[in-house]
């Protein structure tokens, strides 16, 4: 778990935390004994959901994947087995018929 830094917001002399993209400010002048107060207060609370967060990310990620994972990631269809194991963008797939001939450009 990454703690969020205690910090300074100087136009306005309060203390701050960035945490999940999100700026939280705390009540009180920064430094102050209310200020500091509110961030242990704030500490507490994200260690109790990232926990809970951890332990759903436990047990959605123990259960097994291996191959079938990798191969959902990084399959495409744009891409089939050409020969001797190599890949290609059109192994696999039949040679263009009449009608695709390169055309020479006009001048």
Not at 10 to 36: C, I, L, M, Q, W
Not at 48 to 55: G, V
Not at 87 to 96: H, I, L, V, Y
Request: some cysteine.
């Amino acid at each position: 778990m990454h703690i969020p830094k205690y910090r300074h917001f100087a136009a306005r002399d309060k203390g701050f935390v960035e945490h999940a993209g999100k700026r939280t400010y705390f009540p009180g002048k920064f430094n102050s004994p209310e200020s500091v107060a509110s961030y242990a207060k704030f500490l507490e609370s994200i260690s109790e959901s990232d926990t809970k967060m951890a332990k759903n990310r436990t047990r959605l990620t123990s259960e097994p994947h291996g191959a079938t994972m990798c191969r959902s990631v990084f399959w495409s269809p744009n891409f089939s087995a050409g020969p001797k194991g190599t890949t290609s963008k059109t192994a696999g797939q039949p040679e263009p018929t009449s009608g695709f001939e390169a055309r020479s450009r006009r001048s």
